[in-house]
């Protein structure tokens, strides 16, 4: 069965970090883009970073950019999204995605059941 | 990296069709056959309805359809059934390498 498992949300003070994790099971992982993607309460649904099938390529909203920074490990087969300089406007519930195909342009075919974030003091 | 504008709300009775549109640019949605639609009913994943503007994953129903002309894209559902109501996300590929998400439309089956 094809699977994505987020961890590592959590409660965290404004201009903290946090690192989340997405381990990915039922498909091979190396083969395609991933992507993260949020929520925040009550809002819609907010793309944030996607990196390729390779990891060689990166591309982030401006919202994260220069704060988050999205990596995989093909041996753990596992996505992850650091998050610096967090902020009250970064609450919200992430998700991560398989991208349709290699590319990063295309659609978010498989989803996780996410991870919540806040911030706050 | 505005994001695409779709209505707030839609409705629809039991067995009727409805079309939720979802506006871009030239920049996103009409320089790209790169749209896709999302369902998302509250407290569960969101769920990839259509990709690449028309086509349907597998085990997803043919009463959805996609569609676009120039910087407007459209979701389609055919026989609304009770189970549709969710809240449907688009979302673009756009010139600046990034993707977009529309606002969201809360679909309503009365």
């Known amino acids: 069965e094809v699977q994505l498992l987020e961890s590592g949300g959590g409660l965290v003070q404004p201009g903290g970090s946090l690192r989340l994790s997405c381990a990915a099971s039922?498909?091979?992982?190396?083969?395609?883009?991933m992507s993260w993607v949020r929520q925040a309460p009550g809002k819609g649904l907010e793309w944030v970073s996607c990196?390729?099938?390779?990891?060689?390529?990166?591309y982030s909203a401006d919202s994260v950019k220069g704060r988050f920074i999205i990596s995989r490990d093909k041996s753990k087969k596992t996505l992850y999204l650091q998050m610096n300089s967090l902020r009250a406007e970064d609450t919200a519930l992430y998700y991560c995605a398989k991208m349709v195909g290699t590319g990063t342009g295309r659609a978010f075919d498989i989803w996780g059941q996410g991870t919540m974030v806040t911030v706050s003091s | 990296q505005s994001a695409l504008t779709q209505p707030a709300s839609v409705s629809g009775s039991p067995g009727q069709s409805i079309t939720i549109s979802c506006t871009g640019t030239?920049?996103?949605?009409?320089?790209?056959?790169?749209v896709s639609w999302y369902q998302h009913h509250p407290g569960k994943a969101p769920k990839l309805m259509i990709y690449?503007?028309?086509n349907r994953p597998s085990g997803v129903s043919n009463r959805f359809s996609g569609s676009k002309s120039g910087n407007t894209a459209s979701l389609t559902i055919s026989g609304l059934q009770t189970e549709d109501e969710a809240d449907y996300y688009c979302s673009s590929y756009t010139r600046s390498t990034t993707l977009v998400f529309g606002g969201g439309t809360k679909l309503t089956v009365l």
């Open positions: 990196i390729t099938d390779s990891g060689g390529s990166t």
């Open positions: 039922g498909f091979t992982f190396s083969s395609y883009a």
């Open positions: 690449d503007v028309s």
């Open positions: 030239s920049s996103d949605v009409g320089g790209y056959n790169y």
